[in-house]
T-cell receptor
């Protein structure tokens, strides 16, 4: 069955550094992959989408890469700020559906 | 403002007392779904609806019911709540036609406690 893996351990980094989060998946070839941000007690908010034929996508301080051979996406936040502290979820369509399934998320903590 | 709304935001109830959590979206989205989120388990889909009068089970449908009589509304019904349904619930919607993206728009969440 399809598995989506994100590091369950929180990522702690210092303000100003680049945060890199990983999303690995198995047993499927998704047409796209999405990244969402979730703050405690609130609903996830869409950040970026990258399609299978794209290697990299950028939006302001965010960068996403998508390696369909490794079945992996990397999510980077450059010049991180304490306000970037949140849980980041990756999501991708699994099985025969084009509706995304979510990973469990990785918590990012940016220390001032 | 484009949004998904849920009510109530917080609910404490007792075992066996039927309850309904409402969900409404104003974006004319065809696809709507319900998730529950529990620590360590992430978001798990309960039910989804591809359009009016079309609903289907997600990954964890036991103990829940849904209906989709209007495009904008997708209520979640717990006929006989039990303590293991204590969770944070999210409603989400997306434009079903946009298969290349399917961005999910989430509501603010409903924190349910069943005693």
């Amino acid at each position: 069955s399809q598995k989506i893996e994100q590091n369950s351990e929180a990522l702690n980094i210092q303000e100003g550094k680049t945060a890199t989060l990983t999303c690995n998946y198995t047993n499927y070839s998704p047409a796209y992959l999405q990244w969402y941000r979730q703050d405690p007690g609130r609903g996830p908010v869409f950040l970026l989408l990258i399609r299978e034929n794209e290697k990299e996508k950028r939006k302001e301080r965010l960068k996403v890469t998508f390696d369909t051979t490794l079945k992996q996406s990397l999510f980077h936040i450059t010049a991180s700020q304490p306000a970037d502290s949140a849980t980041y979820l990756c999501a991708l369509p699994t099985g025969g559906s084009y509706i995304p399934t979510f990973g469990r998320g990785t918590s990012l903590i940016v220390h001032p | 403002e484009a949004q998904v709304t849920q009510n109530p935001r917080y609910l404490i109830t007792v075992t066996g007392k039927k309850l309904t959590v409402t969900c409404s979206q104003n974006m004319n989205h065809e696809y709507m779904s319900w998730y529950r989120q529990d620590p360590g388990l992430g978001l798990r889909q309960i039910y989804y609806s591809m359009n009016v009068e079309v609903t289907d089970k997600g990954d964890v449908p036991e103990g829940y019911k849904v209906s989709r009589k209007e495009k904008r509304n997708f209520p979640l019904i717990l006929e006989s709540p039990s303590p293991n349904q204590t969770s944070l619930y999210f409603c989400a919607s997306s434009i079903d036609r946009d298969r290349a993206r399917n961005t999910q728009y989430f509501g603010p969440g409903t924190r349910l406690t069943v005693l």
